[in-house]
């Protein structure tokens, strides 16, 4: 192990220069950690396992889908559509697997099929014992309860007693106890489970009692007493309804004179869940025919045939299309209601439509209706004045109306909608974020229209996630994530099932260097409490003698007993509105071998890439420390562990790094912030690298990267003014680019190219920490922000770096104005000082950008200066060329314009003066 060199030449008649290459082999056959699988399957019996599949379908073991598998670090998967699960890099030694029993279907319990003492005597969890380089399997079987209401009725002289138990959760249980005739019940003698139960309804001959809701595994006691004992026959009639199903009524229990006792388990009926059902195989995917299918509908169809116009009311009727109906393709059916010796015109933009659109006319039956249709009547983009006169024989004008019928193409601007969204991170379901898209004019985009979008970390489009589910091994993985426009221009973003509540930003380009940037809050989910965990140790007595010297100098006295261990993960609301998350574990030790890790996730390239599933470990504690707390409400959450500092809302306070430690973040309509806090000896690097057309190697400064730290994206700049930026694209570990941590290179999964179609220069900017020996120092800041008025805000930025030798800090400004929906003023100024072995430095910026965006013109002002500082300084103002060490002040002014705004010659749409 350690630095190998692999060489080659080629030896002919010359022989060529000796190409060398480096491997750093860590480890051999991956001895260090090891590796997690196993299947949630429902079962009749225990002979009818995942282990015994049989080939018959309908006999074969039925894998369940959606079931949530958790590790006592915090490490949870969902099972696959066959109900398989894997998680790996996991560290040797004892560990708990347990499922959450939030997840599981109703109706349904855990089998316990091997008769050991891994359970702990709890079949939802299973302690394992790993060792390195080997692979253990934890499988977990569900059985359908047996769904029956236990009853039992018992009389006594005169008291009687009615014991009702079920195996199954319900919504709501009734008992109606039929009394002889006569018999009366004593005032206030009825209690449940043997307290009085005043909410019991008495009539003439009978007792009704609503015992509410039931968890599973329920038993209630119901006793009262009669004025005389009872000398006929007794009833019970019961009616309950399980929880998602509608109530029933059970069958009738009697208890027939002179006996005193009769019981039965009345059936319940419950529907297996659609997540049980046997999961298809897997075929080859068909990515036309998957987005083909959507664009069927867009086909506008009418209701108007010969059973509409046979019932339709006379008179002259423009049907479709009305005032507001926004149309998917640039053609349109046209239907009109008249009667038939009317005469119909219609005109599009002021030009009578020809006769090729003209699809013909439908009468009713009785000859006093016709219904004149027209299909495929073009649109131009933008707005349509549709016109229709109706005349009867004479020439007169029976009907003449006109509509505006807007065709929008794409999309220019984007505006959240919370009412249709659903931001809940209950890691189960995925969040939908929807978005109404608007062009130019405002108007809402036409349904099918689709584009790209990008999501920031941690969060990733479930679009991606299901690719990678599709094709584990390809996995499509180059494919960015696309939204559809539905309905009224609402495209609904789905994104992958989280339980890391916070915010989520989205990044829109619309083309022309139209770009928007959408942020929402994942709310928490107020779950039950759940914990996975144990507690292991050893303690003896031990008695030495003879060579004592020699066995402690040796290691024996230490290695004659295990060491104790403290290891669990615990989340749950507290008081109703507040989230708890809460993991901790004492073998963890900071700055170890193997711990230069952040966010808990490793890289897929040191472990196999198939385990016979299709899912990916989440990790809901990651923290490089022995302890993780999160306390989160609504738009509220503080922590310690692992976390983005997430300061990119502004350019020159931008500080976006990975750390451990403390941070807490607020969202309020007028009022937010987020601070941080880190002790840490990690140090922040940032290299800008232009594209060479490649896709790699591209080597970083730093060395001993942070694994997790890095952060990739890539920057079109103006080829005139560096400063501007053109387009930028944020890229995604793993998926995008592979990173060698310990030898600092960069290979992406498509070439970057040096300069775009119309010459602009391409960087790699990379942004990551880089591990340090020195001593850990205390690096804290946050940014504060107040909204003035309705659309304008303030906000201050203050970070502080105690790196030794490198002690830094920033300050910064920023307020944005909005003066209507069109123009935004934005300015930022920012401040800077370091602490170097030459003395202290310090650098100043500021920025003043202001943009008007309305309808086809889109002009925008900048005007930046700079100093910049040397490399290490914290937020440094880093330029885009050496021509930012001096002190510059630049003006950029763009215009995009639509057709027919009269720009002179050039690119189309876009005129630029400096």
């Known amino acids: 192990m350690g630095q190998a060199e692999n060489t080659a030449q080629a030896i002919g008649g010359a022989s060529s220069n000796i190409a060398r290459a480096s491997v750093l082999v860590r480890e051999d056959l991956n001895r260090s950690r090891a590796i997690l699988m196993g299947r949630v399957t429902l079962v009749d019996s225990c002979q009818n396992d995942a282990s015994n599949e049989k080939p018959d379908p309908a006999s074969a073991t039925l894998g369940l889908k959606g079931v949530r598998v958790m590790l006592q670090d915090g490490t949870y998967i969902v099972t696959d559509q066959e109900g398989r699960w894997h998680a790996d890099n996991i560290r040797p030694g004892t560990h708990v697997v347990q499922l959450d029993e939030t997840s599981l279907p109703k109706g349904f319990e855990l089998q316990a099929c091997e008769q050991n003492t891994r359970t702990g005597g709890r079949n939802f969890s299973q302690f394992v014992n790993l060792r390195g380089g080997t692979l253990w399997r934890a499988d977990f079987r569900l059985k359908k309860v047996a769904s029956c209401l236990s009853q039992q009725m018992q009389v006594q002289g005169k008291a009687v007693s009615l014991r009702l138990a079920a195996p199954v959760a319900n919504q709501a249980i009734s008992a109606t106890v039929m009394l002889p005739h006569g018999a009366k019940v004593v005032e ?91 999961a298809p195989k897997p075929s080859a995917p068909a990515p036309t025919a998957r987005r083909a299918a959507p664009m069927q509908q867009l086909v506008e169809i009418l209701p108007y045939d010969d059973k509409w116009i046979a019932a339709a009311a006379p008179g002259p009727e423009w049907l479709h299309p009305q005032t507001g109906f926004v149309p998917a393709l640039p053609v349109v059916k046209v239907a009109v209601k008249h009667e038939p010796r009317h005469q119909v015109e219609l005109k599009v933009n002021g030009a009578p439509v020809g006769v090729l659109r003209y699809e013909g006319v439908v009468m009713n039956p009785a000859g006093t209706l016709a219904l004149s249709n027209w299909r495929a009547v073009d649109l131009r983009d933008g707005a349509n004045l549709m016109e229709v006169t109706v005349r ?11 509509r505006n019928i807007h065709y929008a193409v794409g999309p220019a601007s984007a505006v959240f909608d919370t009412k249709r969204s659903q931001l809940v991170a209950d890691g189960r379901s995925p969040p939908l974020i929807a978005v109404r898209m608007l062009d130019k004019e405002g108007q809402p985009v036409r349904r099918g229209a689709g584009g790209e979008f990008q999501v920031a970390a941690p969060y990733l489009s479930q679009d991606q996630a299901e690719a990678i589910q599709r094709e584990p091994l390809t996995g499509n993985l180059g494919a960015k994530a696309r939204y559809q426009i539905g309905d009224d221009g609402v495209a609904l973003i789905a994104l992958q099932p989280t339980s890391q509540a916070g915010e989520v930003v989205l990044n829109f380009d619309f083309g022309n260097s139209r770009t928007q940037e959408i942020r929402t809050w994942l709310k928490p989910d107020l779950r039950e409490w759940v914990l996975v965990g144990f507690a292991e140790g ?152 232009q594209g060479d057309g490649t896709s790699g190697l591209y080597r970083l400064a730093g060395r001993d ?32 680019y592979q990173i060698d941590h310990a030898l600092g290179t ?43 008025g309705e659309q304008s805000e303030v906000g201050l930025t203050r970070i502080h770096e105690g790196n030794v030798g490198r002690e830094a800090s920033l300050t910064a400004a920023d307020t944005t104005l909005r003066f209507g929906d069109s123009i935004k003023l934005r300015a930022e100024l920012a401040q800077s000082q370091r602490n170097a072995a030459v003395g202290k430095e310090s650098g100043n910026a500021y920025l003043v950008e202001l943009s008007h965006v309305d309808g086809n013109l889109d002009a925008r002002l900048r005007a930046p200066a700079r100093r910049r500082l040397r490399p290490g300084s914290a937020g440094r103002l880093r330029g885009r060329n050496a021509q930012d060490r001096r002190r510059r002040t630049a003006q950029a002014v763009r215009f995009d314009a639509g057709p027919g705004a009269g720009l002179p010659p050039g690119k189309p749409g876009q005129r630029r003066a400096a």
């Open 538 to 689: 050893t303690r003896g007595f031990k008695d030495l003698s003879d060579n004592m010297e020699s066995l402690k100098a040796a290691g024996a006295d230490e290695q004659l007993f295990d060491q104790n261990r403290v290891a669990f993960y615990a989340k749950g609301q507290i008081k109703g509105e507040y989230l708890l998350t809460m993991a901790y574990d004492s073998a963890k030790e900071k700055n170890a071998a193997g711990s230069n890790v952040l966010k808990q996730a490793g890289d897929p390239n040191l472990f196999y890439t198939l385990y016979a599933d299709a899912t990916q470990p989440q990790f809901d504690a990651a923290s490089a420390r022995k302890l993780y707390l999160k306390i989160e409400k609504a738009q509220f959450y503080a922590m310690f562990g692992d976390y983005d500092t997430g300061l990119s809302v502004t350019e020159l306070g931008r500080y976006s790094r990975t750390l451990n430690g403390f941070k807490s973040e607020y969202k309020g309509e007028r009022f937010g912030y987020n601070a941080f806090a880190s002790v840490t000896a990690q140090s922040f690097r940032k290299d800008e690298i």
């Open 746 to 788: 960069l290979f992406f999964r498509e070439p970057i190219a040096p300069r775009d179609a119309a010459f602009n220069p391409v960087f790699i900017v990379a942004e990551y920490e880089s591990g340090s020996q020195a001593d850990a120092k205390l690096t804290y800041g946050g940014r504060v922000a107040m909204k003035v």
């Open 392 to 402: 009867d024989p004479q020439g007169q004008i029976v009907l003449q109306e006109s």
């Open 705 to 736: 990267i942070v694994v997790n730290s890095d952060k990739v994206r890539v920057e079109v700049r103006d080829r005139f003014r560096p400063e501007i930026i053109v387009s930028t694209k944020t890229y995604t570990r793993y998926l995008d």
């Open 188 to 278: 206030g003698s009825v209690k449940l489970d043997a307290k009085p139960f005043a909410q019991a309804e008495l009539g003439d001959g009978f007792l009704v009692a609503r015992l509410g809701a039931q968890s599973g595994n329920w038993q209630r006691l119901l006793s009262f007493e009669l004025e005389s004992a009872p000398s006929a026959n007794l009833a019970l009639a019961v009616q309950v309804q399980p929880n998602d199903q509608p109530a029933q009524r059970l069958l009738p229990l009697h208890l027939k004179a002179p006996a005193t006792e009769a019981a039965q388990c009345a059936p319940i009926a419950l529907p297996t869940p659609a997540a049980a059902g046997a």
